[in-house]
């Protein structure tokens, strides 16, 4: 079975400063791994998402994830922290092969707080 | 583009009453839905996956005979919530796989408290 591990419930960084997210997962297949957001009374966006192609993923608003399969992570970074970065950010794990168009299993999320 | 919109984006209901959720693709065909509960703090649980035509498939311990799941289009699916009760309380969030790109793009989730 598929499972996600986000280390830190909430994640504090300066404007400005580097944004590292971490996420491990487990999966018995190679995965498909996504990064999405979510700001208050909103629905999740996609970040990005690695589908087996380049392990280094750039994705909107300035984020980029590296898939390190010998590592089992996919951590989200960013330089530099901007004030509309501060959102919950979900890292999700699919084994399916629709990419995708298959359910997710979810981490629990990283709430992220910058401080001006 | 891409927009799934739910409806209704909160609703309260009595205990033992039905609640019906509806989650729609507006500018796309999705061959595939998923409903996802997301309790406080925590993370999305997938429920169950509907395909158009079809029965949903529910996840292990996704009771099916109370949280009915209609997917009669390849825009709108359904859940219905039977004989409610407080626990059942909870986010609802759905998401809509793009036909042609498998992409997923999700609702803005429904809340439901149960009295």
């Known amino acids: 079975a598929q499972s996600v591990t986000q280390l830190g419930s909430h994640v504090s960084v300066s404007e400005g400063a580097l944004v590292l997210l971490r996420c491990n997962y487990s999966s018995s297949v190679p995965p498909y791994l996504f990064w999405y957001v979510q700001y208050p009374n909103q629905g999740l966006q996609l970040l990005l998402k690695?589908?087996?192609?380049?392990?280094l993923v750039k994705g909107i608003n300035g984020f980029e994830a590296e898939f390190k399969k010998s590592e089992t992570s996919f951590h989200l970074t960013k330089p530099s922290a901007h004030m509309s970065d501060a959102a919950e950010y979900f890292c999700?794990?699919?084994?399916?092969?629709?990419?995708?168009?298959?359910?997710?299993?979810f981490g629990k999320g990283t709430h992220l707080i910058i401080q001006p | 583009g891409a927009v799934v919109s739910q409806h209704p984006s909160w609703v309260i209901c009595k205990s033992g009453t039905s609640v019906k959720i509806e989650c729609r693709s507006l500018?796309?065909?999705?061959?595939?839905m998923f409903w996802y509960r997301q309790f406080p703090k925590q993370s999305l649980m997938l429920m169950a996956t509907s395909n158009e035509g079809s029965k949903a498939t529910y996840e292990q311990g996704v009771e099916k005979d109370k949280f009915l799941i209609n997917h009669a289009s390849l825009t709108l699916s359904t859940l219905t919530v039977t004989s409610a009760h407080p626990e059942d309380s909870s986010f609802y969030i759905c998401?809509?796989?793009?036909?042609?790109?498998?992409?997923?793009?999700f609702g803005p989730g429904t809340r439901l408290t149960v009295t």
């Open positions: 999700a794990v699919s084994e399916g092969a629709g990419g995708g168009a298959d359910g997710l299993t």
């Open positions: 998401s809509a796989a793009h036909r042609g790109t498998y992409e997923q793009y």
């Open positions: 500018d796309f065909q999705a061959t595939t």
């Open positions: 690695y589908t087996s192609a380049a392990t």
